[in-house]
């Protein structure tokens, strides 16, 4: 891609990397909980996890319309008016946010439970799919769309691993909040 396109994905993707710092938060809190709960009381997980689901997704989910609301202002207040066009960017790449803070509750309730493999297994799927799509298209708003893709497919793949072991109402925990967002 030109420069101008790097730039201006690289403002937009710097101020989802920020706004990530409550996904680090969330997984410092969550994770030490999880693995005490799979440890000591087991038969709790499954009530805890969908309950943590449902606030991280209808949190990440209104915060990511809080953004793209905003993302004309926060653009161009942080990089000036000659990166506007990293609006639209940081619009798509929301959807990246969302699904990796959600994705998070999956990843470490999977790895408490000693299910690293089928979380790796997701990762490297989910980055086939990435690949495929990035080196099929062009475009800064592709890879924007990959990323969202490649962390939705990671999110779908762990769910399908993880509620082998326990149910999830996923309908009601995510897709619900994710239609109600769109």
Not at 68 to 86: L, W, Y
């Amino acid at each position: 891609s030109t420069v101008s396109n790097a730039g201006i994905f690289s403002a937009a993707f710097r101020i989802i990397a920020f706004l990530l710092v409550i996904d680090r938060v969330f997984n410092v809190i969550f994770f030490p909980k999880i693995i005490k709960c799979f440890n000591e009381t087991p038969e709790r997980l499954e009530g805890i996890f969908n309950s943590v689901l449902k606030i991280i997704s209808v949190m990440s989910l209104s915060l990511a319309v809080l953004i793209i609301v905003a993302s004309d202002f926060m653009t161009t207040a942080i990089f000036g008016e000659n990166f506007i066009g990293a609006a639209v960017i940081l619009q798509l790449l929301t959807g990246y946010f969302s699904f990796s803070i959600i994705s998070s509750a999956f990843t470490y309730t999977l790895i408490s439970m000693n299910k690293e493999n089928d979380y790796t297994a997701a990762l490297f799927w989910s980055m086939i799919v990435f690949m495929i799509i990035i080196f099929s298209f062009t475009g800064i708003a592709v890879a924007a769309i990959s990323l969202v893709i490649f962390q939705f497919v990671t999110l779908v793949l762990m769910y399908l691993k993880l509620v082998k072991v326990i149910r999830i109402n996923f309908l009601r925990s995510v897709v619900l909040p994710l239609a109600i967002t769109v």
